[in-house]
């Protein structure tokens, strides 16, 4: 077994009474991208600081591939900890620099390296992120976007071992949230760091992180691969994960896919199928990723659902295009056609002169050949693609 | 109230003790700090020449009113002769060194104590520490001793503001011997008036720098509220703390010069 290159041990902090870390526990393996999730204020930042040597734990060992981590003004630390950088949220870029000496500041004021050389360093570096044209622009002439690459230049230009990166999407929109995604996995590749990151941003966060870790209440109640998310039992992590759900859930004034993944078993044990009820879109427009429309559309066809007044009741949101429920062992050969039957009014709201139709249809599974929701997208993906495509 | 009295106490003390780690560990980081020249000369511009018009003004106004306050009481003795050294000891002694501290301190330390406090929540401070500098080599030590060149700068800047105001006054709205003026200055102002009015400036000016300095930097620390209103509070404790530190030190130094 290797040894993990980040290793926290047992690591608490407490602010007077405020116990904001109690005992975590943390491993991170050498050139991976690993995120740290969980609510605002639950000590995520915390956690950072105490690993950057900012904060100094009041128990517990952090450890940066075998030595504790050092700063400038903590002595206690190992001058052989491997070098870090820390990507704060908000850039702490100085705003009286410009984004050449903002760059080169940690070069020219911890080495021996000469302003020339830092110079031609930052410009090297500036030309590898296409950040030529800011050289000389001071942080409030650039965009959000911008600063952010800046601020990960100068995370960069000291060739560290080990990032951090504090809520890197803070304050920007959706499509620049996804490019700084894109930019760290990018970046990680081609320069080989190991990243930790604290995010909120799901799905995105998980798409570029090799291990996801869950904080809670000042521990780490998850930790593992992002897939593991699907069959993580904690109704509050499930929470967390599947807000979005929740949302749609709460809209329509339904139980919700979190109560879907902490009962599964139960489920299992009461039915004998999963009907699943989803909508197939035969072209996509601009605004109908939004799923507004789309929405309008699911609203009725979970009505249409309440109104074959099916003695289970309990309708499980999964997202803005598939909702199920299970199905007793008497209804199973029927209720598909029903469901399709009742959905036939929803179907022919979509007229052929709508830029994005939606057709519902449903899908009946057994419980006994699924062993977890996760299991479940993999048949309705498979069912999916099997099925004919419709006609525009 | 005892209790409250002792906790007071205790916490003033340890306070007081953090503040001189502070200030140690600040003058102690310079022997680290790079390119120390550059970081001096623009603290020297900071504090000098952002400073200079205010020292200019109340170096004038307060000449030409301790002229006229001087002039009018003088004469009731006909000893109008001796505005002179009326003026120009009252401003060496005490004045210069005193208002030209409390103007920088309006000046260049609200703006220091502000600039920390910001810097501090923005988390510059410590980016700065992640990037294995010295925030208080940084930021602090060129500070400190950019404040022991400027303030006895800024303080004969203003003793000599200052007389010409008195000058103003006496000679040409007064209508004195101008002769009388400047021989009454030459015969009253001696090395020892002027050095003790520098060791003021100096005592006054670290003071200030590393109060003002202090407090900003513990922002998050000693404020009771977070981000715009913590910066507030601590860039007002900064300003009051130094005007009282300025005119307590003034005190002491001053009962130390006419001690026998």
Request: aromatic share 8%; net charge neutral; charged share 20%.
């Amino acid at each position: 077994m290797s040894t993990p290159f980040l290793e926290i041990r047992g690591v608490r902090k407490s602010f007077g009474d405020h116990v904001v870390l109690d005992g975590i526990n943390l491993s991170v393996d050498r050139g991976s991208i690993t995120t740290i999730m969980g609510k605002s204020g639950i000590g995520k930042s915390v956690l950072l600081k105490c690993i950057a040597g900012i904060h100094k734990p009041d128990a517990g060992e952090i450890l940066i591939n075998g030595h504790p981590p050092r700063t400038a003004t903590n002595c206690s630390g190992s001058p052989e900890a491997p070098r870090l950088s820390y990507l704060f949220q908000q850039n702490a870029l100085f705003d009286s620099f410009t984004a050449m000496e903002n760059v080169a500041l940690p070069l020219v004021e911890t080495g021996r390296t000469t302003r020339r050389v830092a110079r031609e360093k930052v410009l090297k570096l500036f030309a590898d992120l296409d950040l030529g044209d800011v050289a000389n622009k001071y942080p409030s002439q650039i965009s959000g976007g911008m600063q952010k690459r800046v601020a990960l230049a100068r995370a960069l230009i000291t060739q560290p071992r080990l990032i951090l990166f504090d809520e890197p999407t803070t304050g920007l929109d959706p499509q620049r949230k996804n490019s700084v995604f894109s930019m760290v996995a990018d970046y990680q590749r081609r320069f080989d760091f190991t990243a930790l990151m604290v995010s909120h941003d799901i799905p995105e966060a998980l798409f570029v992180s090799d291990r996801v870790a869950w904080m809670d209440r000042g521990q780490m109640r998850f930790v593992g691969p992002p897939t593991d998310l699907e069959i993580a039992r904690d109704p509050a992590l499930l929470e967390f994960v599947h807000h979005r759900n929740e949302l749609l859930s709460e809209l329509a004034g339904q139980h919700g896919r979190t109560t879907l993944f902490a009962d599964w078993a139960e489920l299992r044990r009461t039915y004998e199928q999963f009907v699943v009820v989803s909508c197939a879109t035969e072209r996509r427009r601009p605004g109908s990723e939004l799923g507004l429309r789309r929405f309008a559309s699911y609203q009725a066809a979970v009505a249409c659902i309440h109104e074959l007044k099916r003695p289970h009741g309990q309708i499980y949101f999964l997202d803005e295009r598939h909702f199920g429920f299970g199905v007793g062992p008497a209804e199973t050969d029927t209720v598909v056609e029903e469901i399709d039957s009742a959905l036939k009014p929803v179907n022919d709201l979509s007229t052929p002169a709508q830029a994005t139709r939606y057709r519902w249809s449903a899908n009946s599974y057994r419980l006994a050949m699924v062993s977890n929701p996760a299991t479940l997208w993999i048949l309705e993906d498979q069912a999916e693609m099997a099925a004919p495509p419709t006609s525009p | 109230m005892i209790a409250n009295a002792g906790r007071l106490t205790l916490d003033s003390i340890h306070e007081l003790g953090r503040f001189s780690i502070f200030v140690a560990r600040a003058l102690g980081s310079l022997f680290q700090l790079r390119a120390f020249p550059s970081k001096l000369a623009r603290s020297i511009f900071e504090m000098g020449v952002r400073c200079w018009p205010i020292i200019l003004t109340v170096g004038c106004f307060t000449g030409l009113v301790v002229g006229l306050e001087g002039y009018n009481t003088l004469s009731k003795f006909g000893s109008e002769y001796a505005l002179g050294a009326t003026v120009s000891i009252s401003i060496i002694s005490e004045l210069g060194p005193v208002l030209a501290a409390l103007m920088i301190v309006g000046q260049a330390g609200s703006a220091l104590a502000a600039e920390l406090g910001i810097q501090r929540n923005s988390e510059q401070i410590d980016a700065l520490e992640t990037m294995g500098i010295n925030p208080l080599g940084f930021f602090v030590g060129p500070r400190l001793i950019a404040a022991l060149i400027i303030f006895p700068l800024h303080t004969a800047f203003f003793d000599i503001v200052g007389i010409v105001g008195g000058y103003i006054t006496g000679v040409v709205l007064m209508g004195q011997e101008h002769g009388v003026y400047w021989q009454s200055v030459h015969n009253s102002v001696h090395v020892h008036d002027v050095s003790w009015g520098f060791v003021k400036a100096l005592v006054f000016g670290f003071t200030i720098t590393a109060i003002c300095s202090y407090e900003g930097f513990n922002t998050h620390r000693r404020s009771s509220e977070p981000g715009a209103r913590g910066v507030s509070q601590s860039t007002t404790r900064a300003v009051v703390y130094s005007s009282i530190a300025v005119l307590a030190l003034d005190y002491l130094i001053t009962a130390v010069q006419v001690s026998p």
